[in-house]
Nanobody, 123 residues
Framework: QVQLVESGGRLVQAGGSLRLSCTASERAFENSYMGWFRQTPGKEREFVACIDGFGSTSYYAEFVKGRFTISRDNAKNTLYLEMSGLKPEDTALYFC????????????????WGQGTQVTVSS
């Protein structure tokens, strides 16, 4: 089974920037939307952003518009999330996943998932 591995999360001060990466173990999702979600303890996984297989169409959650940018490099089997203007409320475990059916904005329509990378924003 194809595996996704996220990286790049760390502790950062409010207002800072990070770039998250998600690398697939093989070339399997070139024709698929890929997405980023995040989750905090006790809450459901929430949609952050997604991008089509060509890297030309993307969607964002309202709370990250203008601050986060999703991109992909299919030659490297890698998905990215550029994060800027980080806020303490962005603190979460960030996951990447491949979309397989239905609406792009709910986690149940994505499979497989990575293990997540922790982003912590201090005030």
């Amino acid at each position: 089974q194809v595996q996704l591995v996220e990286s790049g999360g760390r502790l950062v001060q409010a207002g800072g920037s990070l770039r998250l990466s998600c690398t697939a173990s093989e070339r399997a999702f070139e024709n698929s939307y890929m997405g980023w979600f995040r989750q905090t303890p006790g809450k459901e996984r929430e949609f952050v952003a997604c991008i089509d297989g060509f890297g030309s169409t993307s969607y964002y959650a309202e709370f990250v518009k203008g601050r986060f940018t999703i991109s992909r490099d299919n030659a490297k089997n890698t998905l990215y999330l550029e994060m800027s203007g980080l806020k303490p409320e962005d603190t979460a475990l960030y996951f990447c996943a491949a979309h397989w059916h239905g609406t792009y904005f709910v986690s149940r329509n994505y499979q497989p998932w990575g293990q997540g990378t922790q982003v912590t924003v201090s005030s």
